[in-house]
């Protein structure tokens, strides 16, 4: 079909500004230019001249100031009526599927052509024209042909290109664009060189759809010619079809017009046309010699798990700049210096004397690990063998430190592979080949990619007897000789000999070229390997000094709150050229999706990500790290799409794309939440318009103007995929909305911007009203999923709901069903929440979305929990997330687990939304936690299990002041010790939730009598110096939470408390149970008992006891029983 039959002229008026504006930022970014702005002759036809494709082409840059279009008709460059070099940039744009005009193929017009560009001129081939490569002589093959189809499957219709690393074509882009989404479904032609054979022009793009990254698929080509340049587009550069990403497309055609022009020469990244070179080089080093080898102090930790191994459990260590994972019997199975992967399948043997080599993954180790460090230690009869591993926390740096014992003689055999794998969603033939190398002058192995770009080394503070390094799958030692396996894979294989008769120290160190001093981590390591492991404990020695912590009874709770802020933190990543913010997940490439590639260049999901990092950040927010929180902001700014819109996923390689509808308004919330915890009130100030344009990109999203913003034609929502994906909007991005619009309310209020603040308060009220109202059914007392188009309602009953509970958006009445459903066996497994109901027809406990237990959806409810009232519950939820941490990665909380079965099923050991959702429910929810630094007030309404007598809280930042707080009861009195230190006085609005039915006898604040409701209710403190607050209360009961303590295989049902009542003097605890089975609770009473109906009691004490339970026979799964406790 032509380009020019049955389409509309797409140049509607708001395009046209937009256009405009683009230009007049680009002007503003680069300057004015003589004239009136850059000239550009667009070669044309009789024929051609009235093509709306070339009409629209010519209408793009007949605006502003900016450009000086003429059309140039060829029989006036044959006359000389027109002379090409009277022109900044000659531009043939044709995109008819007839063919170029024959009129192109005159020998004088090319002639003319290539003397122009010859002579310094630059020229511009778009679409078909990018077959003239080949007519003027740049190309000896023909431009390929083929077809691209741009259908929408739930995704979008996203097609465009993509640069090797970045480009000045990108500019504003982040590296890559997807030019071309139209409205409606079609199949568009593509020009550009396809597959292998090597090609003259260098490659500045190549095809780019979704999330793939078609490298054989060369679009953009450019090359010099003479003094002159030329630039050739093969796809996506059509002007008169409507297209949904049109400011995309027009930054890119004026970068191409600036670029042509040579405004600007930044960095420039070009794709290889090289592919699988592997070879040595003799890189030259000036001498370095490395102090003697000492033994290490292996440092003790609080935080410590100690035993032997059998098994081979995934581990982690990493540094902002490094990540290092293995398994914990032996060796290390990836390093990854962000963005690439600089060693794998690191390994260890030792050799006796005419015996064989002894590899360590042969031998079960005694294991130590901390925040800082793994050790391990190796008997091996009379030898021993100790090794420790740490990562530097700033720097690009691994220590693997050795020391050995006994008298036997030895050697210890240290080999590696490295393929400088760069992250997908490149392949792992990006970097075009590896060079390789032994250095003595640095002692040390030196691996880097063709152009230098990328590089990893391996040192060592002892000269090795033997050392080999070559293109090979792995090397080893046999009959006193180096033996080796070649291999056609992209990589090298090294291996070095040393004996082991003194300690020894090998530093890992890696960069890329955004920080080209992989040379100076190396040398600086050498020179004192104990300072990488001393900078490693001493920061996590101090992480936890200033962030909120708890000192509670219970001791799980108090390790793994603390493993948690660890593993949290453990995330927060830095990539030079890039920024810092935190990435998803920490795993290695074995496990997930391979991208597509045959090496897999995925480490779980360590890279970047929008809602990922804001739900995060929320935790950490809120337990005080507010630099990090401030971190993340600035890189969600730093790649904000042109319309305001937030990215779902930025590899640390570089690859943007903004898939997900609910990162946008997450932001919003983000900041907001960030400004009331911090007082920053400057950064908001200084950031309002990234902050703004998200606003109304949401806005952009409701066409309709129903007050809801959509999925549709913007992004997934939480649901990816599945039974649940899809629908104009869900419940959970219509809570976000609302919740986006409260902030947007608060932060304007506090920055006295009234017209604004106005606005969004009174749209936060009718949207959160709408959430309420739209999404409820009545007939399942439940809130459905999402909202179909045709105003039908996806009814699933789902975990969602638990967000806008969190966010306070509901009527208590309408939550009393969802969260006793929720705290049932039907959603809840001994040790998390599932999205959807055992009792779904779409239950599969092995599917992602499906009926998984994830952290996230357990932290979910449980935050909805504490919000409304149910806090033996939440406890019970949030304990769920805790425990995790003592099994497989040790001391890290997993992505995704089972539904029926305790074992992980997820692509990461170490997710960092996990690690958030055990903190969290913690701060937010049962301490009741909400802070306002901007009025210095802080409201408190802890909800600890009935049982605790004491507990301690540490570090709650309210902006730059700081409040401690403990409590003590003694019998039936409480004390609350407040310590305070701050210039101004600070409110407290403190409300603890204690027993219910209790009653205040007497309260007193500094031992002035405090008036209180008969119930305990809130009372607000003022504080300028450390206060007491003593509570004497008289009655009271309440059940304790249920700790599940699931082993791994365990299966997934188990007792539940459902609800738990005070009616008059009858305490009824609704439980399930799995049927024919016997359960066991316990509650705490200040009551004297009188009697219990449908349960025994085992026993009594101090005001606790303990009840057996027999759930009766029945043909159902799980039995309901309503335990009275008569009093």
């Not at 691994?398 to 794998?421: M, P, Q, V, W």
């Not at 952290?855 to 519950?873: C, D, I, M, R």
Request: hydrophobic letters at 40%; a negative charge.
């Amino acid at each position: 079909m032509k380009a020019s039959e049955g389409k509309k002229s797409w140049f509607r008026s708001e395009l046209f500004l937009v256009g405009l504006i683009l230009g007049v930022i680009i002007i503003y970014l680069f300057g004015p230019f003589q004239n009136s702005g850059i000239s550009i002759g667009i070669l044309v036809t009789e024929e051609m001249s009235t093509d709306p494709e070339v009409q629209a082409a010519f209408q793009f840059l007949d605006r502003g100031d900016v450009y000086d279009p003429q059309k140039i008709f060829l029989n006036e460059i044959i006359s000389g009526n027109k002379k090409l070099e009277d022109f900044d940039i000659i531009w043939f744009h044709y995109a008819d599927s007839s063919g170029i005009p024959m009129a192109f193929n005159s020998p004088e017009l090319i002639g003319f052509i290539n003397e122009y560009v010859d002579a310094g001129g630059n020229l511009l081939l778009t679409q078909e024209a990018f077959t003239y490569l080949h007519t003027l002589g740049l190309e000896t093959a023909m431009a390929q042909l083929d077809y691209a189809n741009a259908v929408d499957d739930g995704y979008g219709r996203k097609l465009g290109y993509h640069a090797y690393i970045d480009h000045p074509l990108f500019k504003n882009l982040h590296g890559g664009a997807y030019v071309f989404n139209p409205f409606v479904d079609q199949k568009t032609r593509v020009r550009g060189y396809f597959g292998d054979e090597k090609i003259n022009g260098k490659v500045i793009g190549i095809d780019w759809s979704y999330i793939t990254f078609n490298e054989k698929k060369k679009l953009i080509l450019e090359y010099e010619k003479g003094k002159g340049k030329v630039l050739a587009i093969g796809a996506y550069a059509l002007f008169n079809i409507q297209n949904h990403n049109w400011d995309e497309f027009g930054q890119l055609m004026n970068n191409t017009f600036f670029y042509l022009k040579g405004t600007e020469v930044p960095q420039e990244f070009y794709w290889t046309k090289d592919c699988g070179i592997v070879e040595s080089f003799d890189p030259e080093q000036k001498a370095f010699i490395y102090p003697k080898p000492n033994k290490l102090e292996v440092k003790s930790s609080d935080l410590q798990f100690s035993f032997e191994n059998k098994t081979a459990e995934f581990w982690d260590l990493t540094g902002e700049r490094m990540m290092v994972m293995g398994h914990e019997k032996s060796g290390i199975d990836e390093i990854w210096a962000h963005p690439f992967m600089a060693i794998k399948e690191y390994r260890v043997g030792i050799k006796f004397p005419d015996k064989n080599i002894i590899w360590l993954s042969d031998v079960n180790p005694e294991i130590t690990i901390t925040p800082a460090s793994l050790v391990r230690k190796y008997n091996l009869g009379e030898f021993q063998l100790t090794e420790l591993i740490s990562v530097h926390h700033e720097k690009p740096q691994t220590l693997i430190h050795y020391e050995f014992e006994g008298d036997a003689k030895a050697e210890i055999f240290i080999g590696f592979n490295s393929n400088l794998r760069l992250m997908w969603p490149y392949s792992e033939k990006v970097i075009g080949g590896i060079n390789y190398a032994w250095n003595d002058s640095v002692n040390a192995f030196i691996i880097s990619d063709l152009a230098d770009n990328f590089n990893a080394l391996v040192g060592m503070n002892r000269k090795p007897e033997r050392q080999m390094i070559g293109k090979y799958d792995s090397v080893f030692y046999r009959n006193e000789d180096f033996q080796f396996t070649e291999t056609e894979k992209l990589q090298c294989g090294a291996l070095a000999v040393f004996k082991a008769d003194q300690s020894l120290d090998v530093v890992i160190a890696a960069s890329h070229f955004a920080d080209s001093n992989a040379i100076e981590y190396l040398k600086t390591g050498l020179e004192s390997p104990a300072s990488i492991y001393e900078n490693s404990h001493n920061y996590y020695a101090e992480l936890l000094n200033d962030k909120l912590m708890i000192t509670s009874p219970d001791t799980d709770l108090n390790i793994g709150y603390r493993w948690a802020i660890i593993g949290t933190d453990r995330h927060f990543t830095n990539t030079p050229g890039i920024g810092k913010s935190l990435v998803a997940g920490i795993g290695n490439t074995v496990r997930g999706w391979w991208g597509g590639h045959a090496v897999n260049g995925r480490p779980g999901y360590a890279w970047y990500f929008g809602r990922d990092s804001e739900w995060s950040s929320f935790a950490i927010n809120a337990y005080g790290d507010y630099e990090k929180v401030k971190d993340v902001l600035k890189m969600l700014i730093g790649y904000q799409h042109m319309n305001g819109k937030i990215f779902h996923e930025l590899t640390t390689s570089g690859a943007v794309h903004y898939d997900a509808a609910d990162a946008t308004p997450l932001f919003v919330i983000l900041a907001g939440k960030y400004m009331r915890a911090s007082g920053d009130q400057d950064f908001i100030k200084k950031n309002w318009n990234a902050i703004l344009k998200a606003i109304n990109y949401c806005y952009a999203t409701d066409p309709d103007k129903d007050l809801l913003i959509n999925n549709t034609n913007v992004g997934h929502g939480w649901v990816e995929g599945g039974f649940l994906f899809g629908g104009k909007t869900t419940l959970y991005l219509a809570s976000c909305w609302a919740e986006a619009l409260r902030e947007a309310s608060y932060m304007t209020g506090i920055l006295g911007m009234k017209e604004e603040n106005k606005k969004y308060t009174d749209e936060t009220s009718k949207v959160t009203d709408l959430v309420q109202k739209l999404f409820w059914n009545e007939k399942t007392s439940f809130y459905n999923h999402s909202l179909n188009s045709d105003g039908s309602f996806v009814e699933e009953k789902t975990v969602m709901p638990a967000i806008p509970m969190y966010f306070g958006q509901f009527e208590k009445r309408k939550t009393e069903n969802m969260l006793n459903e929720f705290a049932s066996n039907n959603f809840t497994a001994n040790w998390g929440s599932r999205i959807v109901g055992e009792d779904s027809k779409h239950f599969n406990p092995g599917g992602y979305h499906t009926g998984s237990v994830w952290p996230l959806y357990t932290g979910w409810v449980s935050l909805a929990e504490f919000k409304y009232g149910n806090h033996v519950q939440a406890y019970s939820h949030l304990m769920n997330n805790i425990n995790i941490y003592k099994f497989w990665a040790k001391g890290f909380i997993e992505e995704v687990l089972h539904g029926a079965e305790y074992r992980p099923i997820g692509v990461c050991a170490h997710q960092c939304w996990s690690e958030t959702m055990a903190v969290q429910p913690l701060i937010e929810g049962m301490l009741g936690f909400e802070v306002d630094a901007n009025l210095n007030t802080l409201k408190l309404g802890p909800s600890v299990p009935a049982n605790w007598d004491h507990y301690k809280i540490e570090n709650i930042h309210i902006g730059k002041n700081t409040l401690h707080y403990e409590m003590q009861r003694n019998e039936n009195k409480v004390t609350y010790t407040f310590n305070y230190s701050g210039s101004d006085e600070l409110k407290i609005y403190f409300s603890p939730k204690y027993l219910d039915g209790a009653i205040i006898k007497e309260s007193t604040f500094n031992d002035q009598p405090l008036s209180w409701t008969k119930e305990i209710g809130m009372v607000e403190l003022k504080l300028k110096r450390p206060s007491k607050l003593t509570i004497t209360y008289d009655g009271g009961i309440s059940v304790l939470p249920l700790i599940q303590n699931p082993q791994p295989g365990d299966n997934a049902a188990g007792t539940r408390i459902i609800s738990a009542t005070l009616k008059d003097k009858v305490y009824e605890v609704l439980l399930e149970a799995p049927t024919n089975s016997k359960a066991n609770i316990q509650f705490y009473s200040d009551f004297k008992v009188t009697g219990i109906e449908n349960a025994s009691i085992v026993s009594d004490s101090a005001n606790i006891y303990k009840l057996e339970i027999k759930a009766s026979d029945s043909s159902q799964k799980y039995s309901r029983i309503k335990v009275n406790i008569l009093l």
